[in-house]
């Protein structure tokens, strides 16, 4: 495939645009890219149709965490209104250098939910905790902004990915479970949060169709007058 067809332009959702490319991603067993990622939050935010509810781009997250200087990021967080969201989740990235579009090695996923006060980081590598440092950069930069009381937890029994590329497929079957938890109703129980649903609905087998039901999903979208 050339350049020029990587590049074509299939499909604008939102303020999303896909490129071939992506679904070359999406066709084979490779590592999500940040538009695959922005898209399905994109998707979901359209499911879930709610001012409670705010999936972070992965582009935002990266600069929460990568911001140089308090200023600059309160100017940058301010029109998410954080403190009036009752849930929020960031796609987390191990990388670190700003000059680097679409750099990193790993996904992992840090929500927050309101009413417990609670940050939880789900990591889906067979290690535990492997973004875990990145993860904590984002809830120290946010926390002033959402509530300066909130608690951190990491999720080590999140489930785990059985090869080295579907994190990414991870955080967007996570996301996905935690958004239909929360627009199902959540339990009186704060403890328990969304962690039953996780178990039952991210398992490596839904998680592994999760690739070909995105790219059924932007090629049905792509068909849509």
């Known amino acids: 495939m050339t350049t020029g067809s990587a590049d074509e332009k299939v499909l604008s959702y939102n303020d999303v645009v896909l490129r071939r490319s ?3 991603i999406l066709s084979g067993p490779f590592f999500l890219n940040d538009r695959i990622i922005e898209f399905y939050f994109s998707y979901l935010t359209s499911c879930h149709p709610s001012e409670d509810i705010l999936l972070v781009p992965p582009s935002i997250t990266f600069w929460i965490k990568e911001c140089p200087d308090t200023e600059s990021l309160k100017e940058f967080v301010e029109p998410l209104h954080l403190s009036q969201r009752k ?3 960031f796609p987390i990235n191990d990388n670190a250098d700003v000059t680097m579009a679409e750099g990193g090695s790993h996904w992992s996923l840090l929500a927050y939910e309101k009413n417990a006060n609670l ?3 789900h990591d889906s590598s067979q290690g535990g905790g492997v973004n875990g440092s990145h993860a904590k950069r984002v809830y120290r930069s946010v926390t002033c902004f959402v509530a300066s009381d909130a608690t951190y937890v990491e999720c080590f029994d999140s ?7 579907d ?9 996905r479970a935690i958004c239909e938890w929360f627009a199902c109703g959540r339990p009186k129980d704060e403890q328990k949060l ?5 178990k039952e609905q991210v398992t490596p087998s839904l998680v592994s169709k999760m690739r070909s039901d995105i790219l059924e999903l932007i090629r049905s979208l792509m068909a849509t007058p």
């Open 194 to 198: 969304w962690f039953t649903s996780i």
């Open 167 to 175: 994190c990414g497929l991870y955080v967007t079957a996570i996301a």
């Open 159 to 165: 489930p785990k990915q059985v090869n080295g590329y």
């Open 22 to 24: 992506d679904l070359d």
């Open 87 to 89: 849930l929020i989740i």
């Open 119 to 121: 940050f939880v980081h």
